[in-house]
């Protein structure tokens, strides 16, 4: 309802036509799991500091420091405009991030602190965060989800220690944009960012998976980095991807008064990466608060190896659903309306028939809503009960009419 007061963190914000968040969301806001001890992200994410604080160090000093604090409530500037989002691209569509209201949302990245961080006048730092996007329901997506951000910047003097003539090169020229470097960088500093930034995260990746790890890089498109790439790892047969990152846009840096220096950034993925790791099989799992599945991560040390053994995997149910759909029907907001509902009783959510009318013209949607209890057996009845609310909160909210 527009004009209604919302209130996140303890802050109050007024609701318009972009307001979109919803209460299960809002219940996540300030839960902080990155922070909890001895949880797995908390700990996988200390098992990243140890290795940026060892690694990189200055005089005995480490030379990234460290932040978990920074609230998920962001400007749509600090989350798009800051980083060179351009004004009609797709991620700012509010069928793909949470608002609060037109000017406020919840961070759809980390990357949202890039530029105050280095505005404040840093040189390196990661942080780490819960972030919120609106997507499927499946076994590796939730609405929110943790990542960690990085950033090293270098002065001339810096990027060219290791020159034998550093007199000789420069950070900076009046040049072309190509496919290795932008217009304002030397190729110099674009090769060294980007071999500087390919090692450091290809010894993070080892630092976590072992020395054998076999690794790939991806070219990759961002619109606050130039060159971009992936990452991707060789896990148990396939090949996942494991972040994103580049060369940061000189005129981010710019904006950030730190016009004299040159630098790269990358995002990576908590859940996905803590999954792989410690073989945890749902990503709904990290917001359990069951002992069967903490008391797994009690009383160890960030860098021992731990395996998570699954307590018994409870059976399924499936039920489906089909509707006439409206013309303004998105399927985001009946996955929106599937979590609020069904909660983490629901595993996933799958669009299987798609069918349009031949005489009326009418589009007809439907989906599969499997059940799964994490730590219990679920009945049918059960399953059916939460299938029936979900049908009429879709058929009073979205104006679906179900067949
Ligand atoms: N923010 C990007 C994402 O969420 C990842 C990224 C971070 C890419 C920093 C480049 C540099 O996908």
């Given at each position: 309802n527009f004009g209604e007061k919302l209130e996140v963190l303890g802050k109050t914000y007024q609701t318009d036509h972009f307001t979109n968040i919803t209460a299960s969301i809002l219940c996540k806001v300030g839960k902080n799991l990155h922070n909890i001890p001895n949880h797995p992200l908390q700990l996988l994410y200390q098992r990243m500091e140890s290795y940026f604080y060892k690694t990189f160090l200055k005089r005995g000093n480490p030379i990234f420091s460290s932040y978990n604090?920074?609230?998920p409530v962001v400007t749509t500037e600090q989350n798009f405009d800051s980083l060179l989002v351009?004004?009609?691209?797709?991620?700012?569509s509010p069928f793909d991030s949470y608002y609060l209201n037109s000017n406020y949302?919840?961070?759809?990245?980390?990357?949202?602190h890039q530029r105050d961080l280095v505005q404040s006048g840093l040189d390196a730092f990661i942080v780490v965060g819960d972030v919120y996007r609106r997507d499927a329901v499946d076994a590796?997506?939730?609405?929110v989800f943790h990542q960690v951000e990085g950033v090293r910047l270098f002065s001339d003097f810096e990027l060219f220690s290791?020159?034998?003539?550093?007199?000789?090169?420069?950070?900076?020229?009046n040049g072309v944009k190509d496919e290795w470097k932008q217009?304002?960088?030397t190729l110099e500093t674009s090769t060294l960012i980007g071999h500087n930034l390919k090692t450091t995260l290809e010894g993070l990746m080892r630092a976590l998976f072992g020395e054998d790890l076999k690794m790939q890089w991806v070219n990759a498109y961002f619109p606050?980095?130039?060159?971009s790439w992936e990452l991707e790892i060789f896990h148990q047969g396939e090949w996942i991807e494991m972040l994103g990152c580049g060369v940061m846009q000189q005129k981010l840096l710019d904006s950030a008064g730190a016009s004299s220096k040159a630098g790269w950034a990358f995002g990576l993925g908590l859940e996905r990466l803590a999954m792989k790791l410690y073989s945890?099989?749902?990503?709904r799992l990290f917001w359990s608060t069951d002992s069967g599945f903490l008391n797994q991560f009690?009383?160890?040390?960030?860098n021992e190896n731990i395996t998570y053994k699954a307590v018994s995997k409870y059976p399924q149910c499936a039920n489906d659903i089909s509707f006439w759909i409206p013309d303004?029907?998105?399927s985001n907001d009946f996955y929106d309306i599937v979590r609020s509902v069904g909660g983490d009783l629901v595993e996933q959510v799958k669009l299987i028939d798609e069918f349009k009318h031949p005489k009326t013209g009418r589009s007809s949607h439907c989906y599969r809503i499997v059940y799964r209890h994490m730590e219990k057996t679920l009945t049918q009845e059960e399953a059916n009960e939460v299938h029936q609310l979900i049908e009429a909160a879709a058929a009073s909210q979205l104006g679906v009419e179900i067949r």
């Open positions: 604090r920074l609230s351009p004004h009609d691209h797709i991620s700012r949302m919840l961070r759809a990245h980390t990357s949202a590796t997506h939730y609405p290791q020159v034998s003539d550093p007199t000789s090169v420069k950070l900076f020229e217009e304002k960088h606050f980095t130039h060159p945890i099989p749902d990503i009690q009383h160890k040390h960030f303004s029907f998105t």
